[in-house]
């Protein structure tokens, strides 16, 4: 009687254990690269808040809106805000005369937020741990006055954990908002209207999450 090769129940079950054990390496591996995101992302939201209250107290003025800046610094010279308490311009402006892109040159050149302080990149919005971008604007997102700071292309479950961590965990109401970011992105994104009744983690929905500052 010929006899039959292959593998014993043991040996099956040996091999189905390990790769149980792979498996659950990979998704603790990637909860875990998810939750050093969702860090970073609320320390832009803590760090640009605390960077905008110290130049106000240090100078006064609202860093983007200063109109006193170039007589601090020579690479402000030529472009300063016009003084009227708001920071003009979309939170994703590409015009560096924009307020909200001086807003980043100001608290470069003060000091209190890293970044280049001369040259073509002096005035880019920093980039986020989802590869989206952090911004400020007062022209009004999703219903928030005054002054907000945006972070976008944020996937919905570490959005959810921003809001939840920072206010009430609902899109649509709270000092937090967030509104889905449309395909091909958004030029104008203040006029995206209102927020967004609740948050979709479905692995391709983007959203730009807005907060009181």
């Known amino acids: 009687m ?15 254990v390990i790769i149980g054990l792979l498996l659950g390496g990979v998704l603790k591996g990637q909860e875990m690269i998810t939750q050093a995101k969702i860090r970073n992302v609320a320390n832009d939201f803590n760090g640009t808040s605390a960077a905008y209250y110290a130049y106000q107290d240090r100078y006064r003025a609202m860093p983007g809106d200063d109109p006193n800046a170039a007589t601090r610094w020579t690479a402000a010279s030529g472009t300063v ?28 050149l003060a000091g209190l937020t890293a970044g280049p302080t001369s040259g073509a990149g002096a005035k880019n919005q920093p980039q986020n741990a989802a590869g989206g971008m952090t911004g400020v604007t007062s022209l009004g997102m999703f219903g928030l006055n005054g002054l907000v700071v945006c972070s976008d292309n944020l996937p919905g479950k570490i959005a959810n954990a921003i809001d939840s961590q920072f ?4 899109p649509n109401t709270g000092s937090v908002r967030a ?35």
């Not at 010929?2 to 189905?16: C, D, W, Y």
């Not at 003084?83 to 307020?99: M, Q, R």
């Not at 206010?167 to 609902?170: H, I, N, T, Y």
């Open 2 to 16: 010929k006899r039959q090769n292959g593998f014993t129940l043991i040996e099956i079950a040996i091999v189905l």
């Open 81 to 108: 805000g016009n003084g009227d308490a708001k920071v003009s311009g979309e939170y994703n402006s590409a015009t560096d005369t924009d307020e909200s892109r001086l807003f980043w040159l100001d608290l470069r």
């Open 167 to 170: 206010d009430d965990g609902v």
């Open 179 to 213: 509104g889905v970011v449309p395909a091909g992105g958004a030029t104008t994104p203040h006029t995206l209207g209102a927020a967004q009744p609740a948050y979709v983690d479905d692995g391709s929905t983007m959203y730009i999450v807005c907060k009181n500052i």
